[in-house]
């Protein structure tokens, strides 16, 4: 029952670093996407994939990478890490994004950007 | 304009209220409408779907309102347990024709003894 796993829950960056957190989901989805949340904000969406080998923009993309080479995984890089992307990163899967498919979300990554 | 708005309260209700949100979108093509619940530091969990007749779980109902562009929650006889932000959640249209999954700010609900 793993369901949507994260890795890592928490990271200190400097500003200009580099990283890439993980997302992996091992229910056969189609739909893959990540989110940003932010204090006192509801969920922000970062990019988003409907199959493997197909990714969209979201609401607030820049800043960030992603690719979907399989279906099972949906990582998203921080390209040069800076301040203003410090908040709470969600992934999220599912079935499909149409005919009411609930998501299914990871526990989060905590990230902070010194 | 956002995409998916809700009031962000705070609501503050006494045990045993009747409390509703709204949550107003802007793509009128949009299909798929949910509410889920987020407690306080942890992930979102679906609270329920939404659909075109209405749906009602319990002490929660769901409308959806096409022609003007909005859906609702209901929640009666509210409990202590209740309290934590509601969020909507629409299907828009991306620009490759795929959809995605917008969220509103979400709705502090904060139900006192």
């Known amino acids: 029952n793993a369901g949507v796993t994260q890795t890592p829950k928490f990271q200190v960056l400097k500003t200009g670093q580099s990283m890439t957190l993980q997302c992996a989901q091992d229910?056969?989805?189609?739909?893959m996407s990540w989110y940003r949340q932010d204090p006192g904000m509801g969920l922000r969406l970062i990019h988003y994939?409907?199959?493997?080998?197909?990714?969209d923009q979201g609401e607030v993309p820049n800043g960030y990478n992603v690719s979907r080479s399989t279906t099972e995984d949906f990582p998203l890089r921080l390209l040069s890490a800076a301040p203003s992307q410090t908040s709470v990163y969600f992934c999220?899967?599912?079935?499909?994004?149409?005919?009411?498919?609930?998501?299914?979300f990871g526990d989060g990554t905590r990230l902070s950007i010194l | 304009r956002k995409e998916v708005e809700q009031d962000p309260g705070p609501f503050n209700v006494p045990e045993g209220a009747t409390v509703a949100f709204n949550c107003t979108y802007s793509?009128?093509?949009?299909?798929?409408f949910f509410w889920y619940r987020q407690d306080c530091r942890k992930e979102p969990k679906l609270l329920m779907s939404?659909?075109?007749s209405g749906n009602e779980d319990g002490r929660f109902t769901a409308q959806l309102n096409r022609a003007s562009q909005y859906i609702s929650l209901l929640i009666r006889d509210s409990k202590l347990s209740d309290s934590a932000t509601y969020l909507c959640?629409?299907?828009?249209?991306?620009?490759?024709?795929?959809?995605?999954?917008?969220f509103g700010q979400g709705t502090t609900l904060q139900v006192k003894p």
């Open positions: 994939s409907v199959g493997a080998g197909i990714t």
């Open positions: 229910m056969n989805h189609e739909y």
């Open positions: 939404v659909y075109s």
């Open positions: 793509n009128s093509a949009s299909q798929s």
């Open positions: 999220a899967s599912s079935y499909s994004y149409e005919n009411n498919q609930p998501q299914h």
């Open positions: 959640v629409v299907n828009i249209r991306g620009s490759s024709n795929t959809g995605k999954l917008i």
